[in-house]
């Protein structure tokens, strides 16, 4: 275990795809992906994540060269983080455009949203081929993840690096304190499974300045988070200079 994963506040990845949603709405170039990108980086955001869909519904794989440039050049310090499913187009764009960190997600294309984690015991023979090319290419491999501490060695066993947490459920109950508390309970187990398993947890879906605390107390380890919806939602009322800065004191930054 890295110990600085458990010295540091968690990190933050900026979500561009309802941003990109946004824009995609209409054929113009606003709101400008990579410039609402580098106003997130200068703000101090530790990375940007981007869910390039086979439809392009979200981020385009246009986008990839110029976030990968962005970083490159203005924040070399910054991560580039790519998730999807595993397709060979996929994992060709993967390897095309560098990131720092891979997310695999068993999502369908036709689905609005990544709503679920993988069944590690069913699916481990599928993903372990394909963690090792994305190793041996030099990435950061991260797997999405329910809140299911059975399941978490079998997902160490695919020679990944991190889960991310699929934090949804959590979050749909903004509203209801009892389940919100319960299901944190079950992410938090889950967690502590995967950290006692070796691997790193990162968390993402469905996170607002609201919730973060609470997530981050029960799981102090937590690596990373990476939040698009919310945080683009806040950004509409406070910028987006002001919501990083936002974020990241719910992060204990």
Sequence with gaps: ???????????????LNAIAMLRNRRDLPWPDVIGLGRIALAAGAHGLTVHPRPDERHTRRSDLPAIRSLIDDEFPRAEFNIEGYPTEDFLLLVERH???????????????????GWNFATQAAFLTPIVKRLKKGGFRVSLFSDSDAAGINAARDTGA???????????????????????????????????????????????????????????????????????????????????????????GW
Excluded at 98 to 116: F, N
């Design 161 to 251: 690096d991190r889960i991310e947490l699929y934090t949804g459920p959590y979050g749909s109950y903004h509203s209801d304190s009892a389940k919100a508390a319960k299901e944190l309970e079950r992410l938090g187990k889950t967690a502590d499974a995967a950290l006692a398993a070796g691997l790193q947890v990162n968390a993402g879906h469905d996170l607002v300045v609201g919730n973060l605390p609470a997530l981050i107390k029960r799981i102090p380890a937590l690596a990373e988070v990476s939040i698009g919806h919310g945080l683009t939602a806040d950004a509409l009322e406070y910028g987006m200079a002001g919501t990083v800065g936002r974020f990241l004191k719910a992060c």
């Design 98 to 116: 560098q990131p720092e960190q891979v997310t695999l997600v068993p999502d369908d294309p036709t689905q609005a949203t990544s709503d679920h």
């Design 1 to 15: 275990m890295n110990s600085e994963a458990i010295n540091m506040p968690a990190k933050l990845s900026v979500n």
